[in-house]
């Protein structure tokens, strides 16, 4: 055997041991490695329904986690989720990612449905948005019409409304619930909608793409937004504000400053922003970043 022959050999050996520890190479021939195969897109935020638990590189570190509860702002990543069932559903487990404890005027949860599971109503004058993230749910409510909402979809549920969310099999859902802030002539209504379907909206001096999911009219009290940014796209403002936020990263990864921390963020984590927290956000990696972000508004502070 020639010295250019065992060297091939030596390659694809080498290559092979590569695949068996995990890395994804294809078949080598005749001395000469392909490419892996292009793998199928998965669904839209497959990510968020399928975290990342352990990486490997941290399996030796029992205890870790990135996730980080401070004053004015929390992160809320998936390795310390805790489960548990959700007070008056059936057969769903919630797991609350922002409540009032935290120093919030609002909740934020989420929901997994199972094999024949109902939604429980929020508390009295509570309102409730709620936005698909896997699976199925069908909303029934006082008109008798049976709305079947799928993945990035929603529905808004105004203050002390009869409906119910039920799935015949397993569904993920993002609840954002808190008190309604009555305002005088101003009624809340019912609102279900489709993010492809909520136009582009203006963003004056940065570069992302923003539509709101709620009507931005005094009948309501909070907003809710979607925000896409390309790789390498980032915040022109440094926020600072005295509105909350509650934020689920759905797609992407990036870099969040919150005060003086910066963080690295991926699809499925979840942020609390208090008032007036030093808030940035900038994209990284090879796809868009994409989350879904609560904000109080058309209320005065006082």
């Given at each position: 055997m020639n010295s250019l022959s065992a060297f091939s050999v030596q390659k694809c050996i080498f290559f092979a041991f590569i695949t068996l520890s995990g890395v994804k190479i294809s078949n080598c021939e005749q001395g000469f490695c392909s490419a892996p195969p292009?793998?199928?897109?998965?669904?839209?935020?497959?990510?968020?329904?399928n975290p990342t638990l352990s990486p490997s590189h941290l399996q030796d570190l029992p205890g870790f986690t990135r996730s980080v509860y401070k004053r004015d702002h929390a992160l809320i990543t998936p390795e310390s989720h805790v489960?548990?069932?959700?007070?008056?559903?059936?057969?769903t487990l919630g797991a609350y990612l922002i409540t009032p404890s935290m120093g919030s005027h609002f909740v934020m949860y989420l929901a997994k449905?199972?094999?024949?599971?109902?939604s429980g109503l929020p508390p009295k004058?509570?309102?409730?948005?709620?936005?698909?993230?896997?699976?199925?749910?069908?909303?029934?409510?006082?008109?008798?019409?049976?709305?079947?909402?799928?993945?990035?979809?929603?529905?808004?549920?105004?203050?002390?409304?009869?409906?119910?969310?039920?799935?015949?099999a397993s569904a993920t859902l993002v609840v954002f619930e808190r008190r309604h802030d009555y305002l005088e002539n101003h009624i809340?209504?019912?609102?279900?909608?489709?993010?492809?379907?909520?136009?582009?909206?203006?963003?004056?001096?940065?570069?992302f793409?923003?539509?709101?999911?709620?009507?931005?009219?005094?009948a309501y009290d909070f907003n809710v937004h979607m925000m896409d940014f390309q790789p390498g796209e980032f915040l022109n403002v440094k926020?600072?504000?005295?509105?909350?936020?509650?934020?689920?990263?759905?797609?992407?990864?990036?870099?969040?400053?919150?005060?003086?921390?910066?963080?690295?963020?991926q699809a499925g984590d979840a942020i609390w922003m208090a008032p007036f927290v030093p808030q940035w956000y900038a994209a990284l990696g090879k796809t868009k970043s994409r989350y879904l972000l609560y904000k109080d508004v058309n209320r005065n502070p006082l």
């Open positions: 292009v793998l199928e897109a998965q669904p839209l935020y497959w990510k968020v329904n489960f548990s069932p959700l007070p008056e559903w059936t057969n449905m199972q094999e024949n599971s109902k004058d509570a309102e409730r948005f709620v936005f698909v993230l896997q699976g199925v749910v069908i909303l029934n409510d006082t008109s008798g019409i049976k709305h079947n909402l799928e993945v990035d979809s929603y529905a808004y549920l105004p203050p002390n409304s009869e409906h119910l969310f039920d799935s015949d809340a209504e019912q609102i279900i909608g489709w993010t492809n379907k909520q136009p582009l909206l203006e963003t004056p001096g940065e570069v793409e923003l539509r709101k999911l709620l009507p931005t009219s005094l926020e600072v504000h005295y509105n909350q936020h509650g934020l689920l990263l759905l797609e992407g990864q990036g870099i969040y400053r919150l005060a003086d921390s910066w963080y690295p963020v």
